[in-house]
């Protein structure tokens, strides 16, 4: 498959934003929890994701080369949503274009900050800059009455800076305009609980970000259909298969917060999540990254 084109912006066009230091809370795009725009194989997947919903479409397309990115891949993306929502925060100007160490964004996913897992980064940040992205979502409607679409990659740009002995001081990335645009407006970015980063799983963390999104705090939960969730999921595994994965997720509740059922109506399977009660204590324990006393 021919490479998708992209729209480089030059680093002078631009104000480097370089991240901000210290423990930040996780969080997350909503348009990007909602929507299937990520492969959720560990294996390379080339074939393309072409989902539509009434006005909504969504094409995701990769390259030979490269692949498509993945869920795991999108952590870094989670990571720069944390950066942009945290700097604005505190009163400090941003940009699409920053600046931070492999190894900031690696301990914040909770991965190894090893060569093997700088190397896994690095493969991760390709995949993102050569995926090719088709939107109609957050686009306004064209004099027919369609949908514009917007087209983009997940990164624009990226690239290793150097010190003048050729040693490593860090990366600079430029996210396009799309997924700037959704996070800096708050309402459009959620929190996740940092256990999302130790779920292993491509469903499950594709389940937990579509969870956190429509189930969010609601007392009475919220449900889907097992075959809109297969939908929903752009996954290429058979709805037999997905189906199966989803009980399994269920019979290990292996999603932080919320509690799983399953319920069956007129033949049909459908997944039912409510958020668990917080403890107080134990939510302060983990704003000052420590573990709670097991109090059983």
Known sequence: ??????????????????????????????????????????????????????????????????????????????????????????????????????????????????????????????????????????QRHSSNGSRRRHRFSWINEWKERLDGSGRALGIELIVPDWFYEGVIDQALVLTIDPDYFALTGGLERWLYRLVRKHGGKQKGGWSFDFQHLHLKSGALSPPKRFAFELRDIVRRQALPGYALTIEHTLGRERLNFVALPVDPFEAAMRRVGLIPVDKS
């Not at 498959?1 to 991240?19: I, K």
């Not at 929507?35 to 294996?43: E, I, N, Y």
């Open 1 to 138: 498959m021919p490479r998708a084109p992209t729209f480089p912006v030059s680093p002078v066009q631009l104000d480097l934003f370089v991240s901000v230091g210290g423990d930040i809370a996780a969080r997350d795009a909503q348009d990007l929890m909602a929507w299937p725009f990520f492969s959720l194989a560990k294996s390379k997947r080339v074939r393309p994701i072409d989902f539509r919903m009434g006005d909504v479409s969504i094409l995701v397309e990769a390259t030979a080369k490269h692949g498509m990115a993945t869920i795991w891949d999108a952590d870094v993306l989670i990571w720069v949503a944390s950066q942009i929502v945290e700097a604005r925060d505190r009163g400090r100007p941003t940009s699409r274009l920053i600046a931070a160490t492999p190894h900031e964004i690696l301990a914040f996913t909770r991965r190894g900050t090893g060569k093997a897992s700088y190397d896994r980064l690095k493969a991760g940040l390709d995949r993102l800059q050569s995926t090719s992205v088709a939107t109609s979502i957050r």
